[in-house]
């Protein structure tokens, strides 16, 4: 099955900071998704995202399928922002295929 | 978010209980999803239900037994767990069993398993 490799594991920002998280795959995906685990464990759908950018307010995504990489970007950090962000791509169907996780911390 | 519903969301059992974990979802999807989610480990797909039918069994020990009675409802029933096996218990739910339909979570329950 396909590895998906997220960087860097971990990330300590001031509030107001500029961010890039990067997600590998070993292998090509069908699709892929990010999404922010808040600290009581829900994880909030952030994009869903075969190719291509997308922008919803200060968060934005960029697949590169052919060269089997996306990338979140965030503007402009929050203290609301902390979490840890998952990268997720679809092998076959329906199986979704995690990476490890990028833990982001703002500080204020 | 609403659209997932999970119960309980806490939970800790012996290693000789049964319980049932519930998910309930109510975006009108078609797949039904249990994933657990280890400390230091990846989120791990366990079971796929389409349409009521299981059509994917992710080499999860017996002592899981998933049950789907309607597409909107899905339990995971426990028994005689281990406590390798306490983690956080997510469902998720797509509106159809197509290539990469997006996924939508649940809050999860945390299991202990003393």
């Known amino acids: 099955g396909i590895q998906v490799e997220q960087s860097p594991p971990d990330l300590i920002l001031q509030e107001g900071a500029n961010s890039t998280l990067r997600c590998n795959f070993s292998d090509s995906v069908n699709n892929l998704q990010w999404f922010h685990q808040n600290p009581w464990g829900q994880l909030i759908n952030l994009f869903y995202?075969?190719?291509g950018t997308k922008q919803n307010g200060r968060l934005s995504a960029t697949t590169v399928a052919t060269e089997r990489y996306s990338l979140l970007y965030i503007s402009s950090s929050q203290t609301t922002d902390s979490g840890v962000y998952f990268c997720a791509g679809y092998q076959g169907a329906q199986k979704l295929v995690f990476g490890q996780g990028t833990r982001l911390t703002i500080n204020p | 978010e609403t659209g997932v519903t999970q119960t309980p969301r806490h939970l800790v059992m012996g290693m000789t209980n049964k319980k049932s974990l519930k998910c309930e979802q109510h975006?009108?999807?078609?797949?039904m999803y249990w994933y657990k989610q280890s400390a230091k480990k990846p989120l791990e797909l366990m079971f796929v239900y389409n349409f009521k039918e299981q059509t994917e069994n992710n080499s999860v020990p017996s002592r899981f037994s998933p049950e789907c009675p309607n597409s909107s409802h899905l339990f995971l029933h426990l028994h005689t767990l281990q406590p390798e096996d306490s983690a956080l218990y997510l469902c998720?739910?797509?509106?159809?069993?197509?290539?990469?339909?997006?996924?939508?979570f649940g809050p999860g329950t945390r299991l202990t398993v003393t």
């Open positions: 998720a739910s797509s509106q159809h069993p197509t290539s990469g339909t997006e996924q939508y």
């Open positions: 995202i075969p190719s």
């Open positions: 975006l009108g999807h078609n797949a």
